[in-house]
């Protein structure tokens, strides 16, 4: 009889599927630990789980899901599989069976719980990215957790740069053998030396106090302040236009910047119609609503919204969500689920990401526009015989400034069956002729299954929405937890989203300026020797690789009164930080050009370019 066949190995299995569904440790999960009270496991969980194990065992019929615990569910799979009755074990079986090797199940382990995957869903030898959808973060924390199981210090997790988990488990075991000194403490370098960690070494700092990795992050940020390095979340004490008054917290005063670090790209923000619909329709419907879309949080202003933004975007139907970061997560873990696989590019929004973890789908990462190696993770996928495949991308993608290969992904997506969502945040109000975004930019409309935005960058306003066919939009309405169990947004807001499409297609001009700035800055940047990388939207990253240097150049150009992001990680991997320009139609010909004398400047100062550089009368196009 095989292990699947005995009520011990069901037990296993039982547990295995429970683990991966709740991201418990399998030592939690106890014969008679009540799901719901016990456990925390809600229905909608267990059908998950139900639904697994029935997968598992290639039951016939549907389990009933009146079972409270794991004994009881392990019996219902014993009668279902026409098993004689047996003792379900008193807990998991967890002491390793003989020859197997410590280090590899404790990377297995970890990679279960931090990837939501069974374990039958981790071939040793697959890819993380492409095969796995393990991205860079999920790895920093799959490898924390597993050198936290083998008792390594900490340092001995940095710096692995594994693909697989052989080969994972691999360094992991000739660190362990090497390791002779105590776990590192994690203390910052002496007083008046540079700290050289990152955001990224608090991400898994352990501790019984839970609150202690907070207290760490903190000494840590309190330096960078005393440096003037981190200038995150100052506040704005004007309207943001082409420049700002902004409070700087860490010396109380007030400046005014020239502002290159907002997402108001057609400067509808500002704009008399835009405020004045909110004005008046916040005195019609009251400052906000008491309940969500479905109950008590709908007026017809959101129903003309929608109308507006199908019609925009010459899609059937659309869905307006809170927000953006919603609307990926809503999307996505409502369409995709356990049994699909979800495929992204590397660069994607982290909205994007959460949205796949939610889902607990197979998750698989392209290469940054490769579409070479988007075809082979769909031919594994196809191969694979799973459900659905959704491929998403940026349409912009927001700390690099490139565009999707959407032609090629339509074009792929058709020959392997897939679905197609674009996320289009960044192109909304940019890209196309009219400004509607990525699919119209390629002459794409009608071809492209989903089109997703935010309303809180070139729209001016906030919530997110997604556009398609009728049918997919409705369902999302029911099963899209994040808008169902969500308020909806002020009709304030509502009237002056509509507003904002009113003023953008009676004023095509607003578009044509911005493309002129977009244009003639770039041009100035590059010339000066700025790495732009592969830009086409509205924001131009400055790129400089260094993190020290790169927060150093964003404190030299606040310096000189402009305003832009400076972006490490995690917005960027260790390595890759640079200085985020966003441009509008509000800049001027004179913002344009002190923009660059001050980037140049504070680029040299800072050693990012030669002292040869050329000024910036030299950078007119």
Known sequence: MTQRGTTQGIHRAVVGIVAERTLYDESKLLPDSHFEGDLGIDSVILESILVSVGEQFGLDQR????????????AEVSAALGLPDGPAADGPDTAPQEGTDPVLEAVLAAAMRQTQYQRHQLPLDADFESELGIDSVILT??????????????????????????????????????????????????????????????????DTDLFAKARSFAAYRRKREEQHLHWYGMPLL?????????????????????????????????????????????????????????IGGTNMLHKELERRLAAFKRRPACIVYPGGYAANLGA?????????????????????????????????????????????????????GTGGTLIVADGVFSMHGDLCDLPEIVRLAKTYGARVLVDDAHATGV?????????????????????LGTMSKALAGMGGFLVGEEDVVEYLRHYSNSYVFAANIPAGVAAGLI???????????RLTRLWANITALRERLRGAGFDLERTESAILPLVIGDERQAMEMGRAVRARGLFCQTVVYPGVPLGDARLRVS???????????????????????????????????????
């Open 63 to 74: 389990l009933s899901g009146e079972c409270a615990t794991i004994r009881e569910l392990v």
């Open 141 to 206: 924390s799959l490898v924390t957790e597993a050198a936290a199981e083998l008792a390594l210090p900490e340092d001995a997790a940095h710096g692995i740069a594994a693909s697989t988990l052989r080969t994972l488990a691999a360094e992991l075991t000739a660190r362990r053998a090497a390791t002779t000194t105590p776990a590192a403490t994690g203390a910052p370098s002496p007083a008046g030396a540079w700290d050289h960690r990152s955001m990224k070494d608090f991400v898994e700092q352990r």
């Open 238 to 294: 004007s309207r943001c236009a082409n420049r700002a008054v902004i409070l700087d917290e860490l010396t109380g005063r007030e400046r005014e910047f020239l502002m290159f670090a907002s997402n108001n790209y057609l400067g509808l923000a500002n704009h008399p119609k835009v405020i004045d619909a909110v004005c008046d329709a916040t005195r019609t419907f009251g400052a906000t609503h008491t309940g969500s879309r479905f």
């Open 332 to 384: 996505i873990s409502g369409l995709v689920k356990s049994y699909d696989t979800l495929v992204i590019d590397k660069f994607n929004h982290m909205s994007i990401v959460d949205g796949g973890k939610l889902s607990g789908a197979i998750r698989k990462i392209y290469q940054h526009n490769d579409m070479t190696d988007l075809e082979k993770v769909l031919q594994r996928a196809t191969d694979a």
């Open 431 to 451: 890209l196309g002729e009219r400004g509607s975004g990525t699919a119209e930019h390629f002459g794409l409309k009608g071809e492209v299954d989903l089109e």
């Open 499 to 509: 507003a904002s499409l009113d003023v953008l297609e009676a004023e095509p001009e």
């Open 583 to 621: 441009v509008t139609c509000e800049h001027t010909e004179r913002d344009l050009d002190l923009a660059t004398e001050i980037f140049v400047d504070s680029a040299r100062e800072t050693g990012v370019l030669p002292h040869g550089a050329p000024h910036k009368e030299d950078q007119r196009p």
